[in-house]
């Protein structure tokens, strides 16, 4: 076997073009789930329902794809506007995901010297914009129930004076939702801007949407993502529409591809179906829980979103590493989010999908809880 030979020379110096703190990077890991139950991405487990895929399928057909999508997407930001009953003083941004928005929102606002803030634990696309953009990143760590603790955020607006605060509504990883006061006493104390993500609305009992316009500062940000259309990555902003106009100016050109404004479109008009698949997560949500909470060896934590965060308790049970991997060799991938942040020590995240996927992973459970260690 031959010795592992040295770049050469040209790709070297190629490779030196690109920003050391970039080649420092590791790039976002997606794990392969192949011949296992996925419940790692907080995906809607139902799909697009079969009486409904033909007639999507026909829409698609007719989609010229010798031609550049509408550039702004008219047609569908006004379906989604109409969907969110928007009010006149405020507009809608489209992004490839709410991730492309996250990016351009803190793009926009990057200048020499500023920083965004965020809670801790929460989404980490937000530290990874500001790590592309060269801003820093404040973050306030939660409290250790996962509150918001509301003293320590309100000292570090004051003292950094952020460009832009982003609060997850629910909060994700740890599906709580803030209280609703905490966050009011933030919007109102911010310089900056004022990002709520809302990417768990769907799953949620309250919004900020009613408010929005109250707040020249604040933006609403979504995503069709965890109501069922994962694949087409779509996201949007909502805002002040001279604030949106801004952000516009980011945006990459023909960003969201005529197919996703095609099937956003058709699936807007079905808009019941997903309002009862969301239904049908939130009661199985609340069902899996009272599950898992009767397992001596777990703790779980409430949750307003899709998806479940439960601490090990490890005197009783594998590490949380040992029980993830437990319960692949099952059959089933959850995420472990053990190493992600200090709160989050011996925790692990679940993904409430079918009946019958929580019954295996309940099963798959209780039994790798019942392995040797």
Do not use: W
Not at 25 to 47: F, H, R, S, T, W
Not at 169 to 189: C, D, M, Q, V, W
Not at 307 to 320: D, V
Not at 337 to 349: D, F, I, T, V, Y
């Amino acid at each position: 076997m031959s010795a592992e030979r040295s770049p050469p020379e040209g790709l070297l110096a190629a490779l030196s073009m690109v920003r050391e703190d970039v080649r420092a990077m590791q790039a976002y890991g997606v794990a392969d789930a192949k011949g296992l139950i996925k419940l790692d991405a907080m995906e809607n487990p139902y799909g697009v329902p079969r009486e409904l895929k033909d007639e999507l399928a026909r829409r698609l057909t007719e989609v010229a794809l010798n031609r550049y999508p509408d550039a702004r997407a008219n047609a569908l930001r006004a379906e989604i506007s109409n969907h969110v009953r928007l009010e006149p003083r405020l507009d809608i941004l489209l992004g490839n995901g709410s991730d492309e928005l996250i990016n351009i929102i803190v793009l926009s606002c990057a200048k020499p010297g500023v920083s965004i803030m965020m809670l801790g634990p929460s989404f980490v696309m937000y530290r990874a914009a500001a790590r592309m953009a060269r801003v820093g990143c404040i973050e306030v760590p939660l409290a250790a129930d996962f509150s918001l603790d509301v003293d320590a955020a309100l000292a570090a607006i004051d003292k950094h004076k952020p460009q832009v605060i982003f609060v997850a509504y629910p909060n994700n990883p740890t599906g709580n939702l803030f209280s609703r006061e905490k966050i009011e006493a933030i919007i109102h104390a911010a310089e900056g801007l004022v990002v709520i993500d809302e990417a768990y609305e769907a799953f949620s009992p309250d919004s900020f949407l009613p408010v929005v316009s109250q707040h020249p500062r604040l933006l609403l940000l979504r995503t069709f993502s965890k109501i069922g259309l994962a694949g087409i990555r779509l996201g949007y902003l909502i805002g002040a529409t001279p604030l949106i106009a801004e952000f516009d100016k980011v945006r990459p050109p023909y960003n969201i591809n005529a197919l996703t404004q095609a099937c956003a479109r058709f699936m807007i008009e079905h808009q019941d179906v997903l309002v009862e698949q969301a239904a049908a997560i939130v009661a199985e949500r609340d069902k899996l829980a009272d599950a898992m909470a009767r397992l001596p060896a777990i703790e779980v934590f409430p949750s307003a979103a899709n998806f479940l965060l439960f601490r090990i308790r490890p005197a009783l049970a594998p590490s949380a590493p040992a029980l993830f991997a437990l319960l692949k060799e099952r059959g089933i991938l959850i995420k472990d989010m053990s190493g992600a942040h200090p709160l989050l020590a011996h925790c692990l995240r679940v993904t409430v999908s079918t009946p019958a996927d929580n019954l295996a992973f309940l099963n798959a459970l209780e039994d790798a809880l019942r392995a040797p260690r």
